[in-house]
């Protein structure tokens, strides 16, 4: 086994060195540089990428600057694998980027010299620059030891995500009002249970939720805690009173588990919710058997609506779907929901130079700056300037742009020249909150579902989200191992407790007793002394 290992790695080895490894780590050999044109690699993850090497933003800015990336792209797991394996070997490239690199990563490959400091280089930028000036990113991106290893990758998100949507056509077909707090949401879903007919023969499922992204402790918010596990609040880790605290041993997060476990013991619950999987969950909405379901947004679970009905009533989307209100548990005085950082979504580990390319490093900073330029950062979401969208006018300091009509496009065209195919979609960019789409002619008033929802959740946004943070390289380590024990025993407690197999009064004592034996109260300090 060792013997073949060091077959495959040397194999690798000879692979890159000879420079034949490109889009989707296939096809052909990269091009010569032209004169006076500096060319980088870099080892990045696509799951879309083309066999001719072709990213239309990318070759616009060889053109623009003389700085060409030679891809080394492929599909998440792969690259991940080429990752580890490029490092053990040392024949690593001179860049890496997108999903593959983590917090750990960056910590340890600094640590031993792998990837390089790059304010320096940062400061000589424009765009980058201004990116890294935004409030808050400079320190969220600043290591323990004081420099800053990858560029901020910054895009405007909805200040919520995740969060639970109803079936408003249901509603006024019962003749119910949209519900305001715990009870009358439960009383909602009995109705449903009861009086909405079955769909195709099947009976319909008063609430469900999306398995990859259920957090169901984010709803325990209606009780005024929010205890979930994802995002901003990583770890059920929240500020509280100005101090971050543990929400998974509070005493709302306990009632809301017993709430929940009684709608499940009432079959209002989707009786696979901890079992099933995201195709089975968007299985059951296409069908249209769902009340309620947590959601990035609804249209994620709901059949496909006729093209024509969505261009003369682009509500229709969305079927008569509607953001369930923050809920009011009884005795709250007022409830809570998760804060997705103030609306604006920052990635700490999408961009690393090694130590290969610390002759040329300006330049590959030079070639990422021109990535981070207003027009290009929107290129990489909307396609090209002029083939896919449109310039329109600077109104008090926000431009507006506006799509084109593509639907005479091949798929090929939209695919070369849409999210994912115009250019890497794992790498960092800069979207600015001033630059804002207009809708095209004749969806001026087509539904937008986050925007609704962000309205009606604003006012119960957690006041501060739970910082970014980074630990020394011992204790993100220690942080990571802790963590992921914590999490898969709060996971498991939660499907049983909610499912009835076990009580959360007769064992909240002992559930505490093991999360601190897993290490709660140390992950809890390894936290609080890094946000001070």
């Given at each position: 086994?060792?013997?073949?290992?060091?077959?495959?790695l040397a194999a690798v080895s000879v692979l890159i060195s000879a420079g034949t490894l490109s889009a989707r780590g296939a096809g052909g050999t990269a091009a010569a540089p032209a004169a006076g044109e500096t060319t980088f690699t870099l080892l990045v993850d696509a799951d879309r990428g083309y066999t001719d090497g072709f990213y239309g933003l990318y070759d616009a800015i060889a053109k623009e600057i003389g700085v060409k990336v030679q891809l080394m792209n492929f599909p998440y797991q792969a690259a991940v694998?080429?990752?580890?394996?490029?490092?053990?070997?040392?024949?690593?490239?001179?860049?890496?980027?997108?999903?593959?690199?983590?917090?750990?990563?960056?910590?340890?490959?600094?640590?031993?010299?792998?990837?390089?400091?790059?304010?320096?280089?940062?400061?000589?930028?424009?765009?980058?620059?201004?990116?890294?000036?935004?409030?808050?990113?400079?320190?969220?991106?600043?290591?323990?030891?004081?420099?800053?290893?990858?560029?901020?990758?910054?895009?405007?998100?909805?200040?919520?995500?995740?969060?639970?949507?109803?079936?408003?056509?249901?509603?006024?077909?019962?003749?119910?009002?949209?519900?305001?707090?715990?009870?009358?949401?439960?009383?909602?879903?009995?109705?449903?249970?009861?009086?909405?007919?079955?769909?195709?023969?099947?009976?319909?499922?008063?609430?469900?939720?999306?398995?990859?992204?259920?957090?169901?402790?984010?709803?325990?918010?209606?009780?005024?805690?929010?205890?979930?596990?994802?995002?901003?609040?990583?770890?059920?880790?929240?500020?509280?009173?100005?101090?971050?605290?543990?929400?998974?041993?509070?005493?709302?997060?306990?009632?809301?588990?017993?709430?929940?476990?009684?709608?499940?013991?009432?079959?209002?619950?989707?009786?696979?919710?901890?079992?099933?999987?995201?195709?089975?969950?968007k299985a059951k909405g296409k069908q249209g058997l769902y009340g309620s379901s947590i959601a990035y947004g609804a249209g994620d679970f709901l059949a496909e609506v006729d093209p024509k009905v969505k261009e003369s009533d682009p509500s229709k989307n969305w079927q008569g779907w509607a953001p369930l209100p923050v809920l009011k548990a009884p005795g709250v005085a007022k409830p809570v929901f998760r804060n997705n950082n103030n609306g604006i979504t920052l990635f700490r580990t999408q961009f690393a130079i090694?130590?290969?390319?610390?002759?040329?490093?300006?330049?590959?900073?030079?070639?990422?700056?021109?990535?981070?330029?207003?027009?290009?950062?929107?290129?990489?979401?909307?396609?090209?300037?002029?083939?896919?969208?449109?310039?329109?006018?600077?109104?008090?300091?926000?431009?507006?742009?506006?799509?084109?009509?593509?639907?005479?496009?091949?798929?090929?065209?939209?695919?070369?020249?849409?999210?994912?195919?115009?250019?890497?979609?794992?790498?960092?960019?800069?979207?600015?909150?001033?630059?804002?789409?207009?809708?095209?002619?004749?969806?001026?008033?087509?539904?937008?579902?986050?925007?609704?929802?962000?309205?009606?959740?604003?006012?119960?946004?957690?006041?501060?989200?739970?910082?970014?943070?980074?630990?020394?390289?011992?204790?993100?380590?220690?942080?990571?191992?802790?963590?992921?024990?914590?999490?898969?025993?709060?996971?498991?407690?939660?499907?049983?407790?909610?499912?009835?197999?076990?009580?959360?009064?007769?064992?909240?004592?002992?559930?505490?007793?093991?999360?601190?034996?897993?290490?709660?109260?140390?992950?809890?300090?390894?936290?609080?002394?890094?946000?001070?």
């Amino acid at each position: 086994m060792k013997l073949k290992k060091i077959l495959v790695l040397a194999a690798v080895s000879v692979l890159i060195s000879a420079g034949t490894l490109s889009a989707r780590g296939a096809g052909g050999t990269a091009a010569a540089p032209a004169a006076g044109e500096t060319t980088f690699t870099l080892l990045v993850d696509a799951d879309r990428g083309y066999t001719d090497g072709f990213y239309g933003l990318y070759d616009a800015i060889a053109k623009e600057i003389g700085v060409k990336v030679q891809l080394m792209n492929f599909p998440y797991q792969a690259a991940v694998e080429q990752k580890n394996i490029l490092l053990a070997t040392g024949n690593y490239p001179d860049a890496i980027g997108g999903w593959i690199l983590g917090d750990n990563d960056i910590m340890t490959l600094s640590a031993d010299g792998t990837i390089i400091p790059l304010e320096g280089y940062i400061a000589n930028t424009t765009n980058v620059k201004e990116a890294l000036a935004q409030p808050g990113v400079r320190q969220s991106m600043t290591l323990p030891d004081g420099h800053i290893y990858s560029p901020p990758y910054i895009v405007g998100e909805p200040l919520v995500s995740f969060n639970p949507w109803i079936n408003k056509a249901w509603l006024d077909q019962l003749g119910l009002k949209m519900p305001a707090t715990t009870e009358e949401f439960r009383q909602v879903l009995i109705a449903f249970r009861d009086k909405i007919p079955p769909v195709n023969g099947q009976k319909i499922i008063p609430f469900s939720g999306t398995p990859n992204n259920l957090h169901l402790g984010t709803l325990a918010g209606w009780f005024g805690v929010n205890a979930s596990g994802a995002a901003n609040n990583a770890g059920y880790f929240a500020v509280i009173n100005g101090r971050v605290e543990s929400t998974i041993i509070r005493p709302e997060y306990r009632e809301f588990i017993k709430y929940f476990a009684g709608l499940y013991k009432e079959g209002l619950v989707d009786a696979e919710l901890f079992t099933q999987n995201e195709e089975t969950w968007k299985a059951k909405g296409k069908q249209g058997l769902y009340g309620s379901s947590i959601a990035y947004g609804a249209g994620d679970f709901l059949a496909e609506v006729d093209p024509k009905v969505k261009e003369s009533d682009p509500s229709k989307n969305w079927q008569g779907w509607a953001p369930l209100p923050v809920l009011k548990a009884p005795g709250v005085a007022k409830p809570v929901f998760r804060n997705n950082n103030n609306g604006i979504t920052l990635f700490r580990t999408q961009f690393a130079i090694t130590d290969k390319a610390t002759a040329k490093a300006q330049k590959i900073l030079d070639w990422l700056d021109r990535v981070y330029d207003p027009i290009h950062s929107t290129e990489c979401d909307t396609g090209p300037l002029g083939r896919t969208w449109k310039m329109l006018d600077l109104v008090n300091g926000i431009q507006y742009f506006q799509g084109i009509d593509t639907s005479s496009w091949t798929q090929d065209e939209r695919d070369r020249n849409g999210w994912g195919g115009y250019s890497v979609a794992s790498l960092p960019k800069y979207r600015r909150p001033s630059w804002k789409e207009q809708p095209r002619p004749g969806w001026e008033n087509e539904y937008k579902e986050l925007d609704v929802r962000d309205a009606l959740y604003k006012p119960f946004l957690e006041a501060t989200p739970m910082p970014a943070l980074w630990l020394t390289e011992a204790n993100a380590k220690r942080a990571a191992d802790l963590q992921t024990a914590i999490t898969d025993y709060v996971k498991q407690k939660q499907a049983e407790w909610v499912s009835g197999q076990a009580d959360i009064d007769r064992e909240w004592d002992a559930y505490i007793a093991q999360l601190n034996r897993l290490g709660l109260q140390e992950l809890l300090q390894l936290k609080r002394a890094a946000v001070k």
